[in-house]
């Protein structure tokens, strides 16, 4: 029995996916990696057909024509047999003792009968080039190393603490039931790897070590902020997906819906800057398009997000007001390590 499939979503990844493979196969029989070449046109393919036949029965090579990351990411759930279910992208990498931590822990949960819906560790901003590279650590907000609900959270987090789709595993029946299916051909699909999901997540674990260098140092990599805004549709649309994936009438703890409102705020916040970063005569207008949406939605969610202090800063007035917003932005920018 496999406790944990790790997808690897690959798209012309041949120079680099080595490395995010070589940190994975170490589990031995406990895990599964699942290498989905997503129609690259390079010696992806090849890479992971040779990993293998040197890992039988640990690693499969999965080609598909291209559907994009979400497209990837469905395929290596749909194709998992483990009993949870992790994604890391072919650039990235998982730290050796960290992940052989998490593994056994994982791995007693299911010999005891104790199985959680979603495990938690932290992440780096592996940023090239950057003399301090921020980790994102959750000391203070959630129970450490034992079983716990929503309701045992020790406070909610705070505006600078979130959790990307690199700081979870989830239970591979979960996602199922969750009905996890990502839009094909579409950037930041990885937002909404956090935000269904957790709808239905009763019982979580917080690891406080760091597990998963997100690294951040390629050109043509999808979180460059120039890149980030030519998609910017993508961004927007993945946006609206979350309006619309928003359930509080599926919550019953106040804690699991504080995350959702922060989550949310945050993909508020990044959007937002992003269109008036992006600066032409329509951005204005997006914006507020995308408040609008908001509201017409899901109002109570629109006036926490709003009366909020990122909602407030967003939506400053006037042209002096707009130019604060982005200051603010670039100095989080500096100080967190992210794009």
């Given at each position: 029995?496999?406790?944990?499939?790790?997808?690897?979503?690959?798209?012309?990844?041949?120079?680099?996916?080595?490395?995010?493979?070589?940190?994975?196969?170490?589990?031995?029989?406990?895990?599964?990696?699942?290498?989905?070449?997503?129609?690259?046109?390079?010696?992806?393919?090849?890479?992971?057909?040779?990993?293998?036949?040197?890992?039988?029965?640990?690693?499969?090579?999965?080609?598909?024509?291209?559907?994009g990351h979400g497209?990837?990411?469905?395929?290596?759930?749909?194709?998992?047999?483990?009993?949870?279910?992790?994604?890391?992208?072919?650039?990235?990498?998982?730290?050796?003792?960290?992940?052989m931590k998490a593994?056994?822990?994982?791995?007693?949960?299911?010999?005891?009968?104790?199985?959680?819906?979603?495990?938690?560790?932290?992440?780096?901003?592996?940023?090239?080039?950057?003399?301090?590279?921020?980790?994102?650590?959750?000391?203070?907000?959630?129970?450490?190393?034992?079983?716990?609900?929503?309701?045992?959270?020790?406070?909610p987090l705070a505006?600078?603490?979130?959790?990307?789709?690199?700081?979870?595993?989830?239970?591979?029946?979960?996602?199922?039931?969750?009905?996890?299916?990502?839009?094909?051909?579409?950037?930041?699909?990885?937002?909404?790897?956090?935000?269904?999901?957790?709808?239905?997540?009763?019982?979580?674990?917080?690891?406080?070590?760091?597990?998963?260098?997100?690294?951040?140092?390629?050109?043509?990599?999808?979180?460059?902020?120039?890149?980030?805004?030519?998609?910017?549709?993508?961004?927007?649309?993945?946006?609206?997906?979350?309006?619309?994936?928003?359930?509080?009438?599926?919550?019953?703890?106040?804690?699991?819906?504080?995350?959702?409102?922060?989550?949310?705020?945050?993909?508020?916040?990044?959007?937002?800057?992003?269109?008036?970063?992006?600066?032409?005569?329509?951005?204005?207008?997006?914006?507020?398009?995308?408040?609008?949406?908001?509201?017409?939605?899901?109002?109570?969610?629109?006036?926490?997000?709003?009366?909020?202090?990122?909602?407030?800063?967003?939506?400053?007035?006037?042209?002096?007001?707009?130019?604060?917003?982005?200051?603010?932005?670039?100095?989080?920018?500096?100080?967190?390590?992210?794009?």
């Amino acid at each position: 029995m496999k406790i944990l499939t790790v997808a690897i979503p690959c798209y012309n990844s041949e120079a680099y996916m080595r490395k995010a493979i070589d940190h994975v196969v170490c589990g031995g029989d406990d895990v599964e990696v699942l290498i989905v070449d997503d129609g690259s046109k390079d010696g992806t393919l090849e890479v992971a057909r040779e990993y293998e036949a040197r890992f039988p029965g640990i690693v499969r090579a999965i080609h598909q024509e291209n559907k994009g990351h979400g497209g990837a990411v469905n395929t290596g759930l749909r194709e998992a047999t483990g009993l949870y279910y992790k994604v890391c992208d072919s650039d990235d990498w998982l730290d050796y003792d960290s992940f052989m931590k998490a593994l056994s822990i994982l791995k007693e949960f299911t010999e005891k009968g104790t199985e959680v819906d979603a495990f938690i560790s932290n992440y780096i901003y592996d940023k090239v080039g950057a003399k301090h590279k921020r980790t994102m650590h959750y000391t203070g907000f959630f129970p450490e190393d034992r079983i716990f609900t929503w309701d045992e959270m020790k406070k909610p987090l705070a505006a600078d603490k979130y959790v990307l789709m690199h700081s979870l595993i989830y239970r591979t029946a979960l996602l199922r039931e969750a009905g996890l299916n990502l839009p094909e051909h579409t950037f930041y699909v990885d937002n909404l790897v956090v935000f269904q999901p957790m709808v239905y997540v009763k019982t979580l674990y917080y690891l406080n070590m760091t597990m998963y260098h997100y690294y951040i140092g390629r050109a043509d990599q999808s979180v460059q902020e120039q890149i980030m805004i030519k998609r910017l549709d993508q961004q927007l649309r993945v946006t609206r997906m979350m309006i619309d994936e928003y359930r509080p009438n599926l919550v019953a703890s106040t804690s699991q819906l504080n995350f959702l409102v922060h989550y949310m705020s945050i993909m508020m916040t990044v959007s937002s800057a992003l269109l008036l970063r992006r600066g032409d005569a329509e951005a204005l207008t997006e914006k507020d398009d995308l408040w609008t949406y908001l509201k017409n939605k899901d109002k109570t969610l629109y006036r926490k997000i709003r009366n909020g202090l990122l909602g407030h800063a967003c939506n400053l007035k006037g042209r002096v007001g707009r130019r604060l917003m982005l200051t603010c932005y670039s100095v989080a920018q500096k100080l967190y390590g992210f794009n």
